[in-house]
């Protein structure tokens, strides 16, 4: 076994040796705060989550079972901050509402069409999609985790992921296609 896996690490962290949660904080919050940023839109909240991720590994490291990847708990563990935090706030719009997908705004001029446009696009239509899909594009997309791990994370079917994915593509290509003003 490597002794400077995720894994191995987070069993240290597990027994005892807390000082060994630096090194998983440095391999992994930037890829977090990431996550975040993309679910939130927002680099304040993105912040805080990652702190209150790694805040909870320490408080729950007892918990911590090496039979899965390191990741998929940490992911766990920051769906469900993102969850609490929502939660926590008073949104304009109820927490289930939140979850369904928003009214449309007008697409920019199709003459403005460079490529810092088409990601401003594609960042709004990833916006725009409910939170289940938004994080399942994200994890598998940005984060590069397998359909396998997605699965395990969500506790379902790697089938289910895979439709998941399809979906959440084809959701994402029809709110893109309309904020560009095409014909989706």
């Not at 490597?2 to 690490?9: A, R, Y």
């Not at 990741?71 to 949104?91: F, S």
């Not at 001029?109 to 709004?124: F, I, K, T, W």
């Not at 439709?163 to 309309?178: G, N």
């Amino acid at each position: 076994m490597d002794p400077t896996s995720d894994n191995t690490l987070m069993e240290q962290v597990r027994d005892g040796q807390v000082a060994k949660l630096a090194i998983l904080f440095e391999r992994h919050h930037v890829m977090l705060y990431n996550f975040f940023l993309r679910l939130t839109g927002r680099r304040g909240p993105s912040e805080d989550l990652v702190q209150e991720v790694f805040v909870r590994i320490l408080k729950y490291r007892a918990t911590y079972r090496s039979e899965s990847k390191f990741t998929v708990w940490m992911y766990q563990i920051a769906r469900n901050a993102h969850a609490d935090c929502l939660r926590k706030q008073k949104p304009e719009v109820p927490l289930g509402e939140q979850f369904e997908e928003p009214a449309g705004d007008e697409p920019p001029p199709s003459d403005r069409m460079d490529a810092e446009v088409d990601a401003a696009l594609l960042r709004r239509a990833l916006d725009r999609l409910p939170v289940r899909k938004r994080e399942i594009l994200l994890l598998s997309r940005y984060e590069d985790m397998k359909y396998q791990e997605i699965a395990e994370l969500l506790g379902c079917s790697i089938e289910a992921i895979k439709t998941s994915v399809h979906r959440a593509i084809r959701d994402l290509r029809k709110i893109y296609l309309e904020l560009q003003g095409g014909v989706s």
